[in-house]
T-cell receptor, first 110, second 112 residues
Framework: ETGVTQSPTHLIKTRGQQVTLRCSSQ?????VSWYQQALGQGPQFIFQ???????GRGNFPPRFSGLQFPNYSSELNVNALELDDSALYLC?????????FGPGTRLTVL | EDKVVQSPLSLVVHEGDTVTLNCSYE??????LLWYKQEKKAPTFLFML????IEKKSGRLSSILDKKELFSILNITATQTGDSAIYLC????????????FGAGTQVVVTP
């Protein structure tokens, strides 16, 4: 157990809808990163937040957005869902260069 | 463009066998290489390697980094069915600190 929690565990949405995924960081970790993991692939970096500011972004369109709160918990929002957004979404909190992952949210877009 | 390649993509072994997994990388301004084990959902941290030639060991698992040849290996000795998982390699660079680039993973299946 890493102390990183995510909700919900599973989610089913339809194309065009919007979704919000949540992550609670491990205590004392002020950096959170989000990754998308499609079936059979490694995680792909979406973006990172450090002290409530976006601190880097991967190759994802603007309809992927995020927030980090003063308690270092975080949200990932995806607008205008597409079928290809179906994936496992992982958040990770960081300490000392090592990232500790939560259990993920499995998103299915129909 | 930065690249992380793992091989093999999958393998099946019998309990007791030794497994060697490979991770090669091309990353500008390398900072560290990390290995994770992913059984169902959450990747769990195994090792972080920053220096060449220094073996990290934890029980039956060990890993080493070669910064000259740009690769790392993860060894699992005396495999058990509980070692069945996807093993992920990730690389961090000083250019994009904390924005890990992952390989596609190696799926290991250990049969009784």
């Amino acid at each position: 157990e890493t102390g990183v929690t995510q909700s919900p565990t599973h989610l089913i949405k339809t194309r065009g809808q919007q979704v919000t995924l949540r992550c609670s960081s491990q205590s004392g970790h002020n950096t959170v990163s989000w990754y998308q993991q499609a079936l059979g692939q490694g995680p792909q970096f979406i973006f990172q937040y450090y002290r409530e500011e976006e601190n880097g972004r991967g190759n994802f369109p603007p309809r992927f957005s995020g927030l980090q709160f003063p308690n270092y918990s975080s949200e990932l929002n995806v607008n205008a869902l597409e079928l290809d957004d179906s994936a496992l979404y992982l958040c990770a909190s960081s300490l000392g260069g090592t990232q500790y992952f939560g259990p993920g949210t499995r998103l299915t877009v129909l | 463009e930065d690249k992380v390649v793992q091989s093999p993509l999958s393998l099946v072994v019998h309990e007791g066998d030794t497994v060697t997994l490979n991770c090669s990388y091309e990353v500008t301004n390398f900072r560290s290489l990390l290995w994770y084990k992913q059984e169902k959902k959450a990747p769990t941290f195994l090792f972080m390697l920053t220096s060449s030639g220094i073996e990290k060991k934890s029980g039956r698992l060990s890993s080493i980094l070669d910064k000259k040849e740009l690769f790392s290996i993860l060894n699992i000795t005396a495999t058990q069915t509980g070692d069945s998982a996807i093993y992920l390699c990730a690389v961090d660079s000083t250019d994009s600190w904390g924005k890990f680039q992952f390989g596609a993973g190696t799926q290991v299946v250990v049969t009784p």
